[in-house]
């Protein structure tokens, strides 16, 4: 049980926000390969450009490891998947800034 107490602090760590490094929000799991875990981490800074965006994603394995971010040599599959979560996470941020966009302009339906 020791593996969890020395994963927590790792896990905080990566769970700042890349942008702002405020700790985030863990707001949504879902399954990665192996058994492991997705953890979705939104960034709840408001002054920050990514508020309220999933800002990081952190891959907690079955037995609760956590693989550094920075090693991108063993796990390459995983990264490619990590950057795929990026880009999508790029057009959503892009998404709500021309929504937010609209909104602000007079008549802004018409595009
Ligand atoms: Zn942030």
């Known amino acids: 049980m020791s593996n969890e107490d020395s994963t927590r602090p790792v896990f905080e760590t990566a769970s700042k926000c890349p942008k702002c490094s405020q700790?985030?929000?863990?707001?949504?799991?879902t399954p990665g390969v192996k058994g492991s875990t997705i953890h979705h981490i939104y960034?709840?800074?408001k002054n920050?450009?990514?508020?309220?965006?999933?800002?990081?994603?952190?891959?907690v394995n079955?037995?609760?490891s956590i693989p550094s971010p920075k090693d991108h040599s063993r796990e390459k599959k995983i990264y490619e998947g990590f950057d795929d979560h990026d880009r999508r996470a790029q057009e959503l941020i892009e998404t709500l800034k021309r929504?937010?966009?609209?909104?602000?302009?007079?008549g802004g339906a018409e595009i």
């Open 23 to 29: 700790p985030g929000e863990d707001r949504q799991q």
């Open 43 to 45: 960034c709840v800074n």
């Open 48 to 59: 920050c450009k990514w508020y309220n965006t999933p800002c990081q994603l952190i891959q």
């Open 62 to 64: 079955r037995d609760g």
């Open 99 to 106: 929504n937010a966009q609209a909104e602000i302009r007079p």
